[in-house]
């Protein structure tokens, strides 16, 4: 009689395991890879954030060193380049914020008007015809909306009102507003569209209209999406540098009237980049001290946006 070998129950699963056995080996093996690449892209990141606080902290230190830091806060005069010399801050800071305040008051509303259109009426055709449109507007440089806020929006305003300055707070205001106006609009529409259908459906058995269910129900659910969009646009304002360079000029005064000229604190930072200041005096200093004010203007209000959206925070499976 002749047996025949025939693997038993127990040596099947061996030879699943031993089959299968190279192809874990290689995951483990390019995970062995991936890991420590994520990680040292992490770690870049926190090393380039650490290194930009340290210079400008470094920096601003020593310009500190000869101005003191309640002059360059609380001082009304900005005159770091001319005779007599004065540092304070204050006609900087207002001009920024008289930038961010224009900006948010034409992109904020009108993104978030536009982004409820594209995604509670707007049909798909005309949706994937304005969406990219608007995406298109994130792509031109900043500089080439300098150039068409002096050719185009500032004779524009000076016909409505003549008294307007060549370089003036309102066209500057108008082109940072076209500027981080795709950016609202898409993200807060991403956060409308994120809503449950089923909150929408409870709207309408409850006989609210379509008008109600995206006001009462749509974007109070979305609340917290659109104030991140809000903090990042604001954000962009605040940051914008070539733009403003062009249109709003470098007169830097405290005014509330947008026909005026301004200079915001990134203008001042480009106009003493450009290589005339001597490195190592006051006046080249001086740069580090503003860069240190806007980044620590910035960082607050991304704090207080946090806080605001853990409080409103809705999530949805």
């Known amino acids: 009689m002749v047996l025949e070998n025939k693997p038993s129950c127990v040596d099947l699963p061996q030879a699943v395991a031993f089959a299968g056995f190279p192809q874990k080996r290689r995951g483990r093996w390019s995970e062995g890879i991936i890991k420590p690449i994520l990680f040292a892209c992490a770690i870049l990141s926190i090393a380039t954030t650490a290194g930009v606080i340290a210079i400008l902290t470094k920096e601003a230190w020593v310009f500190f060193q000869d101005v003191s ?8 005069q900005w005159t770091p380049l001319l005779e007599p010399r004065s540092f304070g801050v204050l006609p900087l800071v207002c001009g920024t914020f008289l930038i961010v305040a224009g900006a948010a008051l034409f992109a904020l509303p009108t993104g978030l008007a ?39 929006i500032t004779p524009l305003i000076s016909s409505i009102f003549p008294e307007t300055q060549v370089f003036n707070a309102a066209s500057a205001a108008i082109v940072v507003g076209i500027m981080i106006l795709p950016m609202v609009t898409s993200l807060c529409d991403n956060s409308l569209r994120s809503v449950p259908h089923s909150l929408r459906q409870g709207g309408y058995a409850l006989g609210a209209t379509s008008f109600e269910v995206t006001t009462r129900v749509v974007v109070p659910a979305s609340l917290s999406g659109v104030i991140a969009s809000y903090v990042l646009a ?17 007169t830097p005064n405290i005014t509330a009237n947008p026909l005026e000229s301004i200079q915001t604190m990134t203008a001042y930072i480009v106009q003493v980049s450009l290589g005339d200041t001597p490195a190592g005096t006051v006046e080249y200093q001086s740069i580090f001290a503003v860069g240190t004010l806007l980044f620590l203007i910035t960082l ?7 806080r605001i959206l853990h409080r409103f925070q809705e999530l949805y499976e």
Request: hydrophobic share 55%; no cysteine; net charge neutral.
């Open 69 to 76: 830091l309640a002059d360059f806060l609380f001082g009304t």
């Open 114 to 152: 536009s982004a409820i259109y594209l995604s509670e009426y707007a049909s798909p055709r005309m949706r994937s015809i304005v969406k990219p449109v608007l995406e298109i507007l994130a792509g031109v440089p900043t500089i080439v909306y300098g150039y068409f806020a002096l050719s185009f």
């Open 234 to 250: 604001i954000s962009r304002a605040i940051g914008e540098t070539m733009a403003v360079t062009l249109a709003a000029g470098a």
């Open 300 to 306: 607050t209000i991304n704090v207080i946006a946090n």
